[in-house]
């Protein structure tokens, strides 16, 4: 049976065909891997989600304290810088601004909310 | 012969490659469409907060109309934020947007307790002791008579309660009671004076839900005594009636306001509302009011027949609320709120007249009454507590009061979430 096998001929394909394959399947794989890389890159990162759970986290902690004063906090590997002021001049409210920047200083998320003031 | 055909297996190949790539791109994009969405979502919900704590630290006045502002001055920070009188309560409306997206929180607004003012008992001095009987327990701060508090002996039984009389510190009371809210009154006098046409659409449907977002509903049965039944309202709407009004065990209310000159409510009743009649409420045995209910007498004018203004609880009743009576001019007959035996009542009782606590009644809150009556078969006693318990400290620590009462502080919490998207 082997033999048999062996004995039929495989016809070869020309240089042409060979040349104009490989080109199309580069110019496939090209546009593959072009795609993959920016939906990646498009895609959130964990970093993203971290640092924003970072920020809710801290805006809940901020609501429940009496005295919230502007300050950088040093969190896991990001920098949250902490802007506080009053709201519209109203001694009961006050704006609280959060931003998250990563370890290359890029900023990547941002909280800002209107709390009541506690006793 | 097989054929070497290298051009069509790279074809195949690309195509696989080709439909690999879409279905990336799609989920990529759909992927990114939701992100996007819960951004903006998170964002809203974010923005909607705000929104309730400004309501919240807000006068009374500045959010009577809708008004629509930018948060911090940027572009997806539009809050919408109204505030109305309900009852004895407030409502806050709330809507946040971006583009077309919406979200909007409606909650009824209520004031922390001032614990400097807070007592378990304010009894009004009227120059003579204050006298408890039987197994009664007063735990919590009190403002009782100069005279003081004694034990007594009534209907053959002494005092069984706590050797320290009242569980908690006293005080000396005034010759009056604290003052009810003024401006909340006024509120109220106006639901009362409302001219609005009959809505009869009222007892052809049996149910009716009608959303803080719309303009309140206003049902007036002007002189027809009428009965609610077999019906289950709720929400924005406002029952008047110029003369009776029954509420059978039948109908299921929530959240919704009734004026009438009478009210009576039929045994076996289970809703949340409030109540407020100009003669008298009488609220028959096992019903059940959720808090936050009410139930108050509002006398702006003196009747046009002298009769006593009175609220009635009946046996085994639960009341969580405030339950209050008001005479702008002063009586000869005092009104009164009656409630009746294994009756329960969570929240507070202000009685400007005389408060008649039956036996085996309990008062988990506060009390503020300027006479208590306790009366048997053949005796009438006046500011003697028999067999009863008024328990400060069972009340839960969550509970929020009205600003018409003496106690409530200014600052401004969420009693309950009412509507929501």
């Not at chain 1, 072009?34 to 939906?39: E, G, K």
């Not at chain 2, 947007?97 to 909007?104: A, N």
């Not at chain 2, 049965?221 to 289950?232: C, D, S, Y």
Request: positive net charge; aromatic residues 8%; charged residues 20%.
């Amino acid at each position: 049976m082997a033999r048999g096998k062996l004995k039929r001929s495989v016809q070869a394909s020309t240089i042409l065909e060979v040349v104009v394959s490989m080109v199309i399947i580069v110019v496939a794989f090209g546009i593959a891997m072009m795609i993959y890389t920016n939906v990646t890159r498009m895609s959130l990162s964990a970093k993203k989600i971290r640092a924003q759970m970072l920020l809710q986290e801290t805006m809940l902690i901020a609501e429940h304290t009496s005295a919230n004063v502007t300050q950088t906090i040093n969190k896991d590997d990001f920098r949250i810088e902490k802007e506080v002021k009053p709201y519209h001049e109203d001694a009961v409210l006050t704006d609280i601004h959060l931003t998250a920047y990563d370890q290359n200083q890029q900023k990547v998320a941002e909280l800002r909310k209107i709390i009541i003031n506690q006793p | 012969m097989v054929k070497a055909s290298a051009l069509y297996i790279v074809i195949i190949i690309a195509l696989v490659i080709a439909v690999i790539c879409s279905s990336l791109i799609i989920s990529a994009y759909f992927y990114r469409i939701q992100y996007q969405k819960k951004f903006r979502y998170d964002q809203l919900e974010n923005n909607l907060n705000s929104g309730v704590n400004i309501i919240l630290a807000s006068s009374d006045t500045a959010y009577a109309k809708e008004r629509t502002l930018s948060l911090f001055n940027g572009d997806a920070d539009s809050v919408s934020l109204q505030r109305l009188t309900w009852g004895i309560y407030d409502v806050g409306i709330v809507k946040a947007f971006i583009q077309k997206d919406t979200l909007f929180k409606i909650f009824s607004i209520a004031n922390a307790i001032d614990s400097s003012k807070w007592a378990a008992l304010y009894l009004v001095d009227e120059d003579r002791p204050f006298s408890l009987s039987g197994k009664t327990t007063i735990r919590g701060d009190a403002y009782i008579p100069k005279a003081g508090v004694q034990q007594a002996y009534v209907d053959n039984k002494a005092y069984q309660g706590d050797k320290r009389l009242i569980i908690g510190t006293k005080h000396i009371s005034d010759k009056k009671l604290p003052v009810l809210n003024d401006q909340r009154l006024k509120q109220l006098e106006q639901y009362q004076d409302q001219n609005v046409t009959n809505d009869h659409a009222l007892t052809k449907t049996d149910s009716v839900t009608s959303s803080f977002l719309k303009p309140t509903r206003f049902v007036n049965f002007k002189k027809e005594a009428e009965t609610i039944k077999n019906i289950k309202i709720k929400g924005n709407v406002v029952l008047l009636s110029d003369t009776t009004l029954t509420i059978d065990s039948t109908a299921v209310l929530n959240d919704i306001l009734v004026f009438a000159r009478t009210i009576i409510v039929k045994s076996g009743f289970h809703g949340s509302c409030q109540l407020f009649a100009a003669d008298s409420v009488s609220i028959q045995r096992n019903c059940r009011f959720d808090y936050p209910s009410c139930a108050g007498i509002l006398r702006f004018k003196p009747p046009p027949v002298k009769s006593q203004a009175k609220i009635t609880i009946g046996n085994h009743t639960d009341f969580s609320g405030v339950i209050f009576t008001y005479e702008k001019m002063e009586t000869p007959v005092k009104p009164l709120i009656s409630v009746g035996q294994y009756a329960t009542i969570n929240g507070q009782v202000y009685s400007q007249g005389i408060l008649e606590l039956k036996d085996s009644t309990k008062v988990c809150g506060s009390v503020f009454t300027s006479r208590f009556l306790y009366k048997n078969t053949f005796t009438l006693f006046e500011n003697y507590l028999i067999n009863t318990t008024i328990d400060s400290k069972a009340l839960s620590r969550h509970y929020l009061t009205s600003e018409l009462l003496p106690v409530s502080k200014k600052n401004k919490k969420v009693l309950q979430w009412l509507e929501a998207n």
